[in-house]
Each structure stands twice: as C-alpha cells, then as structure tokens.
C-alpha cells in the first residue's frame, strides 16, 4: 500500500518480543468511497485477502444504507455490512486509511475533506496525477484542485517511487495506461537504452477499463467483434506519462500515444517503439 503498517524499524527495535508481535497483529482499518463502481469491487477482492488489513467501511454514495451484497452477490458473507455514504468525519471514525475509488472530478473536492479529517487517502481517480492545474484543466475539462493539495499528493508508482511513497498521508494512484506504459518505458530509459524523444506506445483495453456507467461507446452492439481508436490526442493519460518521463531524463519528453478498445472485458497490452541509441544499436 506504500504505507507504513506497524510502524518504523526504529520504533519496533525498542519494543519487547511481545509488543512487536502484538503491533504486527494489528490490522489497518480500511474504508472504500466508491465501492460498487468496478475499480472498488477489485479493490475490495485485493484488500480482503490481505493479513493486515481490515475493510471496516464500504461507501456509496448512490446506494447507502444498502447491502453491498445486493448488486454484488459473490460478496455474500463476505463483507456483511451495508454501504455507508459520504461523510468525512464518519469515515475518520471507522478507518484509518481511505480509498477513494471515484470519478475524476469528484476527488479534488471530496479528498481534502477526507484529508482534513486526520485520514491517510490514496485516489484513484486521476485529479492529482498531474502537478500543473492548467494542464489538469485542459486534459480532464475539470477545475483543477488546490495547489496545496497538488503538492502534497506523492504519485504512487510504487515500483519506481517506493521510497516517496512509503509513510506519507496522501498517494495518488497512477492511471492504467500509464501504469502499462511507464513500467515499460522507464527501465529502458533509465538504462540509456533508447531516445526518449522517439517513444509510440500502442494501448489497447478492455471495455471495464470505462466503468460502469452506460453510454453508446460500450454498448455491446457497438463493441462486440470491433476493434476501435478512441480519444485520439485527447486521452487524459498522455500528459501523465510524459511528466513522469521528464522528470526522470530532466528534458520535456513528449509521446504518440494512441488507444484502442477491444471487446474483451479488462486487461491492458501496450506494445512501445522507440529509436535505439547509436552506442546500443550498434552493438545488436
């Protein structure tokens, strides 16, 4: 999760055997804002296997005061509690941790509320991903969050940013293609391998990968045995993944990035180009 469980190492160094085996035995209390959309379902599969936490709250804001077992069957006996709504300070007396599973332009509202209530917030919505709030409002066509609240999300690519991210109260989660895209590309550019300015990443996904709301895109009359482009220079990911790509070579790196959706229900395959750099190259 990127943050801490037990505590430190220096804290439990101090502890007797005793008290770290009881700090090790104590769960973190979890709670799920959006947990009958299909990231918050996922989230709930991942996060009930898990031996130290707890989901002591399932949150809804559409269907509260409802089993989350009703839309949801498989979850019968699994999580026996209806769904709460949204309410920040009811949240804070429940979790110690919350999810916040929500629509891009709902986040940059609701997490400072969650903030402001002594929560530790992971978003998985898009709303801080991007630091520049002129170019969250140009890409997502939302007023874009607080600076303060800007600055303070850690982006939470934990494979590369695992130390930035571990101990601290705010994490924006990556988006899915970026997340396809940046484990692919950082280790290659990184190493030197390829010219950062030469980079065409080919994405395709599954119709999930949308949500749950209905619309004529996902239709299946529309999706089924088709293969379609889809937010050609518009997609939100693409000025995600550049700004991390600059923040790693220190020079403005700018991608073709091109999606597709395809009629299979989730799953991500990005398939990157890019031009080798002569000392490589020749060597191959």
């Given at each position: 999760?990127?943050?801490?469980?037990?505590?430190?190492?220096?804290?439990?160094?101090?502890?007797?055997?005793?008290?770290?085996?009881?700090?090790?035995?104590?769960?973190?209390?979890?709670?799920?804002?959006?947990?009958?959309?299909?990231?918050?379902?996922?989230?709930?599969?991942?996060?009930?296997?898990?031996?130290?936490?707890?989901?002591t709250?399932?949150?809804?804001?559409?269907?509260?005061?409802?089993?989350?077992?009703?839309?949801?069957?498989?979850?019968?006996?699994?999580?026996?509690?209806?769904?709460?709504?949204?309410?920040?300070?009811?949240?804070?007396?429940?979790?110690?941790?919350?999810?916040?599973?929500?629509?891009?332009g709902?986040?940059?509202?609701?997490?400072?509320?969650?903030?402001?209530?002594?929560?530790?917030?992971?978003?998985?919505?898009?709303?801080?991903?991007?630091?520049?709030?002129a170019?969250?409002?140009?890409?997502?066509?939302?007023?874009?969050?607080?600076?303060?609240?800007?600055?303070?999300?850690v982006?939470?690519?934990?494979?590369?940013?695992?130390?930035?991210?571990?101990?601290?109260?705010?994490?924006?989660?990556?988006?899915?293609?970026?997340?396809?895209?940046?484990?692919?590309?950082?280790?290659?550019?990184?190493?030197?391998?390829?010219?950062?300015?030469?980079?065409?990443?080919?994405?395709?996904?599954?119709?999930?990968?949308?949500?749950?709301?209905?619309?004529?895109?996902?239709?299946?009359?529309?999706?089924?045995?088709n293969l379609?482009?889809?937010?050609?220079?518009?997609?939100?990911?693409?000025?995600?993944?550049?700004?991390?790509?600059?923040?790693?070579?220190?020079?403005?790196?700018?991608?073709?990035?091109?999606?597709?959706?395809?009629?299979?229900?989730?799953?991500?395959?990005?398939?990157?180009?890019?031009?080798?750099?002569?000392?490589?190259?020749?060597?191959?």
């Amino acid at each position: 999760m990127g943050m801490d469980v037990v505590g430190s190492g220096e804290g439990n160094a101090n502890m007797s055997g005793d008290q770290a085996d009881n700090s090790r035995d104590q769960k973190v209390r979890v709670a799920i804002i959006g947990s009958t959309g299909y990231g918050g379902v996922e989230l709930i599969r991942l996060l009930q296997g898990h031996p130290q936490i707890e989901i002591t709250s399932v949150i809804s804001s559409s269907s509260a005061g409802v089993p989350i077992s009703d839309g949801f069957p498989h979850l019968t006996d699994i999580i026996v509690q209806n769904l709460d709504g949204v309410d920040a300070q009811e949240i804070a007396g429940k979790a110690d941790v919350v999810f916040a599973a929500t629509p891009s332009g709902v986040s940059s509202t609701l997490v400072p509320q969650l903030l402001d209530a002594g929560l530790k917030v992971i978003d998985l919505s898009g709303d801080f991903r991007l630091k520049d709030a002129a170019s969250y409002e140009h890409w997502y066509k939302h007023a874009a969050p607080e600076a303060s609240y800007l600055e303070q999300a850690v982006y939470g690519l934990s494979e590369v940013y695992g130390e930035a991210v571990a101990g601290v109260d705010f994490i924006s989660n990556p988006g899915c293609y970026s997340t396809a895209s940046l484990l692919g590309l950082i280790p290659a550019i990184s190493a030197g391998w390829i010219d950062p300015k030469s980079i065409i990443i080919d994405a395709k996904s599954g119709v999930s990968g949308s949500g749950r709301g209905v619309n004529l895109g996902v239709h299946y009359a529309e999706v089924n045995e088709n293969l379609k482009v889809y937010k050609v220079n518009k997609h939100q990911h693409i000025p995600e993944i550049e700004q991390v790509l600059t923040q790693i070579t220190g020079e403005p790196v700018t991608v073709t990035f091109t999606t597709h959706l395809v009629p299979m229900t989730r799953g991500i395959m990005t398939t990157i180009y890019a031009s080798m750099n002569n000392t490589y190259s020749m060597k191959i």
